[in-house]
C-alpha cells in the first residue's frame, strides 16, 4: 500500500514537532534500518536545587504505513522477524520501508510513536548533578515527528562518551548530551541488577567476510557503555509502555518464567565441585575463562525461553512486573501489533478488534516464528564457523571443554569461540574431564554442510 505524500504531510501537521529538539540514532556501523532514536533538552526547573531534563525515546511509526488488512501487513505478520544470517538480511518489511520510508535517517522528517520522559535529577554541594539520586518525574506517550542531527555507531558514539587523545572534533551539544543520558543510563542500570536483573554478557560474533561470501576473520563486538546507553532507555521505553498500555487490557507483554530449578541446582553444584578440584596441581591449567564461559553457558540453558503472550507473568530476567516489545517495529511484528494496541487504548480510545483469544493465538504465531528465525541463525553462525576452520585443519589450538556427552566432549577455541568434538572413540580413560577444563587440540576435519568441526588432543 502505498500512502499519498499528501496524507504524509497532513499527518505531519497533527503531530507533536520535535524536529527542532536534538535528537541522534546510534546503531551498528553496517546497519540500515534505523528504528530507534534519543532525543535530549534541558528544560526549566522551579527549583535551584534541581536540574530536569527532557529524554524523548522516538519509534519507528511502522504501523501508520503498515495497515492491518493489506498484503505488506499479512507478508509481515507470516514472516513475524527479520532473519540476521551471517551473510545476509531477510527483512520482516520491503526495502522500500524498512531502509528509506520508516527508518530514522538524518536530516529526514519521520514519524514516530514516542515516549518522552521528564528526569529529575537533584544538585549537590557543588551545583553539579547527582545522577544517583536521578528519577522519572512524568512521561508522555503520543505521536511524533523528528528530524535526526546525527547519525553515530556504537564506536563513535563510545568515543565520545570516553574520548582518547587523537579523537575528532565534536559538537558540545552532542557531547553533553551523550554524558548526561551515559549517567542517567548507569542509574537506571544498577537500579535493575540491584532489583535482581541477570547480569550475563557475551560477545557478538562477525564474520568479515570476501567478495565470494568467504570467511575471512572473525572478531567479537563486547558491549560498552554505548550499547547500555542505548539499551537501559529501549528497556525503559518498552516497561512504561507495557505499564501504561497493559494494565487491565489485552495486551502483548513479552513475558520470562521462573528458570528451571533442577538446571540452576546444577550450575551451583558444577561450580561447587570446581572449588573444590582446582587446588590441586591437576587442575592448575584449568582455564579461568573457560570456567566463566562454562557458568554462563550452564545458567542460559537453565532459563525459560521469553516469549509473547497476553497472559502477564512479568519478565524474570529483566526484573520486570510488565514488560513488551515496543522499540523495533520495522524488525519485529509484535512490536507492531503493540504499536497499534497504543493507538488503540492511549492515543484515539478505540477498541480493541481482536478478542484475547485472537491476540494470544498471534502471539503465539510470532514466538514461534522468533524460535525459528534464532535457530537459522545460530545454523548460520555454525556453519560459517565450520567454512572458517576448514581453511585451518591441521592447526593446534587451545580451549576450553564447552559440552560433556555420550558421544564425546565438545571444545569451544579460545581465539575464534569455534567450537568442535572429539568423539568419544578419541577420548580415551586416562584422566577425567569436566566443563571448563582448558585443553589443546588438533583441527582434523570439518563438513561445512552439516556444520560440523572435529578435533583431536594434541
Known amino acids: 500500500m502505498i500512502i499519498p505524500h499528501t496524507e504524509i504531510q497532513n499527518e505531519i501537521l497533527r503531530r507533536r514537532d520535535m524536529r527542532d529538539t536534538f535528537t541522534f540514532t546510534i546503531d551498528p556501523a553496517d546497519a540500515k534500518d534505523f528504528d530507534d532514536a534519543l532525543s535530549f533538552e534541558i528544560i526549566k526547573c ?11 525515546v522516538h519509534i519507528a511509526d511502522v504501523s501508520f504505513y503498515v495497515r492491518p488488512g493489506t498484503k505488506v501487513d499479512e507478508e509481515a505478520y507470516r ?19 524498512c531502509n528509506d520510508k520508516c527508518s530514522l535517517r538524518p536530516n529526514e522528517d519521520k514519524l514516530c510513536m514516542s515516549v518522552i520522559f521528564t528526569f529529575e535529577v537533584p544538585l549537590n554541594a557543588e551545583s553539579a548533578p547527582d545522577y544517583s539520586q536521578t528519577r522519572v ?44 543520558l551515559n549517567a542517567i543510563a548507569g542509574k537506571l542500570r544498577t537500579e535493575r541488577l540491584l532489583n535482581g536483573a541477570l547480569a ?15 570467511p575471512v576473520d572473525i572478531y567479537f563486538e563486547c558491549p560498552n557503555e554505548a550499547h547500555h546507553l542505548i539499551e537501559e532507555f529501549m528497556l525503559l521505553a518498552n516497561r512504561t509502555v507495557a505499564t501504561d498500555v497493559g494494565s487491565g487490557r489485552p495486551f502483548v507483554y513479552r513475558v520470562h518464567d521462573l528458570p528451571d530449578a533442577e538446571k540452576l541446582e546444577e550450575v551451583t553444584t558444577f561450580k561447587n565441585r570446581f572449588a573444590s578440584r582446582t587446588g590441586g596441581s591437576r587442575y592448575a591449567g584449568r582455564s579461568a575463562e573457560g570456567f566463566k564461559r562454562a557458568i554462563d553457558m550452564l545458567t542460559i540453558r537453565a532459563q525459560a525461553k521469553a516469549v509473547y ?14 514488560y513488551t516489545h515496543f522499540t523495533s517495529p520495522i524488525r519485529r511484528y509484535p512490536d507492531l501489533m503493540v504499536h497499534r494496541l497504543v493507538e488503540k487504548y492511549i492515543l484515539t480510545g478505540k477498541k480493541l478488534s481482536l ?21 537459522a541463525e545460530r545454523d548460520s553462525v555454525k556453519m560459517f564457523q565450520a567454512l572458517w576452520m576448514s581453511d585451518h585443519v591441521g592447526e593446534i589450538h587451545t580451549g576450553y571443554i564447552s559440552g560433556i556427552t555420550r558421544f564425546g566432549l565438545f571444545v569451544q577455541l ?7 568434538l572429539i568423539h568419544i572413540s578419541k577420548v580415551g580413560n586416562i584422566r577425567k574431564y569436566m566443563l571448563g577444563d582448558a585443553v589443546t587440540v588438533k583441527v582434523v576435519q570439518t563438513d561445512v554442510n552439516r556444520a560440523l568441526i572435529d578435533f583431536e588432543f594434541a
Open 46 to 56: 522551579p527549583n535551584d536545587q534541581m536540574v530536569n531534563y527532557q529524554v524523548g
Open 79 to 97: 514472516r513475524g522477524t527479520s532473519v540476521y544470517l551471517v551473510d545476509r538480511v531477510i527483512p520482516m518489511l520491503p526495502e522500500e520501508l
Open 137 to 180: 518525574l512524568k512521561h508522555k506517550i503520543c505521536r511524533t515527528v523528528i528530524r535526526s542531527n546525527a547519525r553515530l555507531n556504537y564506536d563513535e558514539a563510545q568515543a565520545i562518551i570516553r574520548p582518547m587523545s587523537g579523537d575528532g572534533e565534536v559538537s558540545a551539544g552532542l557531547k553533553e548530551a551523550l554524558a548526561t
Open 200 to 214: 550475563i554478557e557475551q560477545d557478538e560474533m562477525h564474520f568479515r567476510l570476501d567478495e565470494h561470501r568467504h
Open 309 to 322: 503472550s497476553t497472559y502477564n507473568i512479568g519478565h524474570y530476567g529483566l526484573a520486570f512486573s510488565h
Open 355 to 375: 478478542t484475547r483469544e485472537e491476540l494470544e493465538e498471534k502471539c503465539e504465531h510470532c514466538s514461534a516464528c522468533e524460535q525459528q528465525a534464532a535457530e
Open 414 to 420: 579460545d581465539e575464534s569461540r569455534c567450537e568442535g
